[in-house]
């Protein structure tokens, strides 16, 4: 009887010693009960980690972002000094000395007159006038010539007109021609004159120019030419 009482005595402590050595192995009891829990917690815990990443990479993106803003601002600014630059390169009032706009009359301020007896034609006379300014002048209509001794000024001779005023670049010269005596008498008995002076239309300032030692010989058959570009045009 004792020896049938022992064995399953031995029987008994065999299988818990098996028991307990499945649970240290991590079988049986461990797959299904509390041994899982960890094993769910792991992957719950796993993805705050990038979760946490997320907010330190949008900063980032943001200034990112912001730097190619402001170098578009600053083309902005390019463009806007491209516009000054525009205005800039676009013509200013003085840049073309010919234009009607920039010139100024020819007075005797800006002007120097020399009086010229020539031999061909007969009785004639020759004005050369010089532009002594920086600025182009206009030379309107005719000269105003006053001979000492003489009654009046003398008439244009319309036939002599320009089609266009003459203008005067700085040190360029202009011409007027001066009859100064018929030389057939019907001038009358005429004058000699020793001095001589020069108006300008739409001024009341004379500028004198000189005559020759013994003057020049003039009666009433006094005649002008308008101011003209050329000699030729002058004593024709």
């Known amino acids: 009887m004792r020896a049938s009482v022992r064995r399953p005595r031995l029987l008994a402590v065999a299988s818990l010693a098996l028991a307990?050595?499945?649970?240290?192995?991590?079988?049986?009891?461990r797959e299904e009960g509390a041994a899982s829990e960890p094993v769910a917690s792991e992957p719950t815990q796993s993805p705050q980690t990038p979760a946490q990443d997320k907010p330190a990479a949008t900063p980032g993106?943001?200034?990112?972002a912001k730097a190619p803003a402001t170098k578009a601002t600053k083309g902005t600014g390019g463009s806007g000094t491209g516009k000054g630059g525009g205005r800039a390169s676009a013509p200013a009032a003085g840049a073309d000395?010919?234009?009607?706009?920039?010139?100024?009359?020819?007075?005797?301020?800006?002007?120097?007159?020399?009086?010229?007896p020539v031999s061909r034609p007969l009785n004639h006379m020759l004005l050369t006038i010089t532009n002594t300014g920086s600025t182009m002048c206009d030379l309107a209509g005719y000269p105003v010539v006053k001979f000492e001794g003489a009654?009046?000024?003398?008439?244009?001779?319309?036939?002599?007109?320009?089609q266009a005023v003459t203008s005067l670049r700085p040190?360029?010269?202009?011409?007027?021609?001066?009859?100064?005596?018929?030389?057939?008498g019907r001038g009358g008995e005429g004058c000699t004159a020793q001095s001589l002076e020069i108006g300008f239309q739409g001024s009341d300032k004379m500028t004198e120019a000189a005559l020759q030692?013994?003057?020049?010989?003039?009666d009433d058959s006094l005649r002008v030419t308008y101011w003209l570009t050329s000699v030729e045009d002058a004593l024709s």
């Not at 993106?61 to 990112?64: C, F, P």
């Not at 000395?97 to 010229?116: H, I, K, L, S, Y």
């Not at 009654?151 to 320009?162: A, F, L, R």
């Open 213 to 218: 030692a013994k003057g020049v010989h003039i």
């Open 20 to 29: 307990l050595t499945a649970c240290e192995k991590g079988g049986g009891v």
């Open 171 to 184: 040190g360029k010269k202009g011409y007027a021609g001066v009859i100064l005596s018929a030389g057939d």
């Open 61 to 64: 993106g943001t200034a990112t």
């Open 151 to 162: 009654q009046s000024v003398p008439p244009v001779m319309e036939h002599t007109k320009p």
């Open 97 to 116: 000395p010919d234009a009607p706009a920039n010139r100024v009359p020819c007075t005797a301020d800006n002007t120097e007159v020399v009086a010229t």
